[in-house]
């Protein structure tokens, strides 16, 4: 029956605006026999039987519904599973799964106004969703697929986000500069046209609406779109300034971002994918999309996600990020929207974060974080952060096999570069550098401009001993932007590895100039100066920042750390027990850390691993008894006592 109302009684089958439509009308549910009698009448017909993979595809969808794993309709496994893709398979260069689908919604669409006209039951593909959905042709209702949570029937779907690229400005007068402008524009219009849901507004309507803005609500209401994308292309030399902002069709801006780089003008072109990945990635366009949003809850949808993003930009900036403000910022979203899923999952990230930056109460921080992500996940299963974010969390509480199952998930449910990330931390903590390299090179081709992925890139090459290849990137242009201050602590150490020590002072030196009220970082350049032979000035540092007292700002390991690069061998033992008795986080690193070589094999150290694996309760009771090392590294320096 054709029906002209689009509410959410209606499925509006994709192709064109006038697609068949069905009404929905009592509530009784379809049987799993209906349903697959109705997939083999499809499968013979005519349309469909001279399409062996055209079929393969439906009876995938439909069955992997029926047995309750609707969840698992991602573009990967299709991908896998029906178009026999192998990997290294990336959706986002390989459009066959979304190309197919939509053949498979026009096939639907000719059956059904054919020879499946009069057919009791209806098989159906919404547009943006792998999912299939059921109904009597006659019914009110569609069936619920298991597994398909968080969703009710007869609401509207979400829909699609239309988006006005407009061609990128030269600001600086640059005729390079004004190429790179138009392929990013270019590159970025063709990687949103692969996302799930976003539709991209062709280039001459967005250069009419740049040209005359006056004439918005014409074109507006012409395409409908909801999003604007413009940005600015500077150059000076060898450096390029990309900025780019997203805003509503009223003008407001909903988030910006600025990436800074340095490169040889041959290999600017080179960037240009990578520039467009990066932003088209933190924009997150897709989280835009609504179910049926009136305009004012659209705007209000909007504050949120704008909120939202640029909160997610500070964890990705080169400064030294302060975590905790960070984490506040999220939880003032919460108290606006306490279901908003990517805050909860925010707030997790910025507790992980904390616990792996060196703070002395790590274990109750991964708690927390464990709390977070839980709450997130159970609010949107599909959101491969939150998967991400759960990974390294059960990596900190040594479940190591649930947190390899959980980056997978994360990394099935769609290309993204924290699933990638996060798996190859995991990998080198249990010493599999290969593995971990593969996964590394996922995340760098896909936002190599993020804080987060230069610190990791930093710290896996150094734990795999890649000390040369890590010094080489530090001394060349820092052709992804401005290097975070972890990430060039990692470079300080790779330098002290080869025996550079002048190059590891200075490199020192320039780091605690720009962090000199964080803690953690300062304890990290307190070690190179004492590897250096500057034990005066590491002392200096630990003095001033109080590093080896019981209130100390930062974690047993650090101070284990700290105490060897000033040979305080007994000492250094001693805090990394107490690490271990703590189960703080970054004792994840124990294994494969190379400042660790000196002590790895005593008797004592050989122990703690295999210990750390069977502790459990009889820790529990830890916090009331704590056990606090004897530093005699500092009894040369002063004669106050450091002892509990």
Not at 490 to 505: K, V
Not at 576 to 592: D, F, N, P, Q, T
Request: aromatic share 8%; glycine share 6%.
């Amino acid at each position: 029956m054709h029906m002209e109302a689009a509410n959410s009684q209606l499925l509006q089958m994709a192709g064109s605006n006038d697609g068949l439509r069905l009404e929905f009308s009592a509530a009784e549910m379809l049987s799993d026999a209906l349903i697959r009698e109705e997939l083999a009448r499809i499968l013979r017909s005519p349309i469909f039987s001279l399409s062996t993979r055209m079929r393969r595809f439906l009876r995938f969808v439909v069955e992997t519904t029926l047995e309750g794993r609707a969840d698992c309709l991602k573009e990967y496994v299709i991908g896998t599973e029906v178009y026999d893709r192998k990997p290294p398979y990336e959706p986002s260069q390989d459009s066959i799964v979304r190309t197919e689908a939509r053949r498979l919604r026009g096939k639907l669409k000719e059956y059904y106004e054919s020879e499946g006209k009069t057919n009791p039951v209806f098989i159906g593909l919404r547009a943006g969703s792998y999912v299939p959905v059921f109904a009597h042709s006659g019914s009110a209702n569609v069936h619920r697929p298991q597994g398909d949570r968080g969703r009710e029937y007869g609401a509207p779907e979400l829909s699609e986000v239309l988006i006005a690229v407009i061609p990128f400005e030269d600001v600086s007068g640059d005729a390079l500069a004004k190429d790179c402008a138009r392929a990013i524009s270019d590159s970025i219009a063709l990687q949103l046209m692969t996302i799930e849901r976003c539709r991209v507004i062709d280039a001459e309507s967005a250069c009419h609406f740049a040209s005359a803005p006056h004439e918005r609500n014409r074109v507006h209401a012409v395409h409908g779109f909801h999003l604007v994308l413009q940005g600015t292309v500077a150059r000076n030399d060898k450096c390029l300034r990309v900025t780019s902002r997203l805003a509503d069709p009223d003008g407001f801006q909903l988030w910006s971002l600025q990436l800074d780089l340095e490169a040889e003008r041959t290999h600017l072109f080179g960037l240009i994918d990578q520039i467009a990945s990066a932003i088209t990635r933190r924009m997150r366009v897709q989280d835009f999309a609504s179910r049926g949003l009136t305009s004012e809850e659209r705007t209000s949808s909007n504050y949120i996600n704008s909120a939202i993003l640029a909160t997610e930009n500070l964890m990705n900036q080169d400064s030294p990020v302060d975590c905790r403000s960070i984490q506040t910022r999220f939880e003032a979203v919460l108290r606006y929207a306490p279901n908003e899923a990517r805050a909860h999952c925010g707030v997790a990230d910025c507790l992980v974060e904390r616990a792996l930056s060196g703070i002395s109460d790590s274990w109750e921080t991964v708690s927390q974080a464990k709390c977070a992500v839980h709450r997130a996940l159970e609010l949107d299963s599909h959101q491969s952060s939150a998967h991400a974010c759960l990974g390294l969390v059960l990596a900190l509480e040594n479940d190591f096999a649930g947190a390899q199952r959980s980056l997978e998930h994360s990394c099935m449910l769609g290309p993204g570069d924290a699933g990638h990330r996060q798996f190859a931390l995991l990998l080198t903590a249990l010493g599999r550098f290969e593995e971990a390299r593969h996964h590394l090179e996922k995340a760098q081709v896909m936002d190599p401009f993020s804080s987060k992925q230069k610190i990791a890139r930093s710290r896996i090459l150094y734990f795999s001993r890649g000390f040369e290849e890590l010094v080489q990137e530090h001394e060349c242009l820092p052709i992804y932007g401005w290097r975070p201050a972890e990430s060039r602590c990692f470079a300080a150490f790779a330098y002290l590895e080869l025996r550079q020590f002048e190059e590891a002072r200075q490199l020192a030196h320039c780091i605690r100039r720009d962090v000199r009220a964080n803690p953690q970082l300062m304890a990290a350049t307190a070690e190179v100066f004492a590897r250096c032979g500057e034990c005066e000035t590491a002392i200096e540092i630990a003095e001033h920042f109080k590093l080896f007292s019981i209130d100390s700002p930062i974690s047993g390991l650090r101070q284990a750390l700290l105490a060897l690069a000033l040979g305080d061998e007994k000492g250094a033992i001693g805090a990394l027990i107490a690490s271990y008795e703590k189960r703080e986080a970054e004792v994840l690193w124990v294994r494969v850390d190379p400042r660790f070589d000196l002590v790895r094999n005593t008797p004592c150290v050989h122990s703690l691993d295999a210990w750390n694996h069977i502790r459990g309760a009889k820790l529990a009771n830890y916090e009331s008894q704590p056990l606090f090392p004897r530093f005699s590294c500092l009894d040369r320096f002063s004669n106050e006592p450091r002892v509990a």
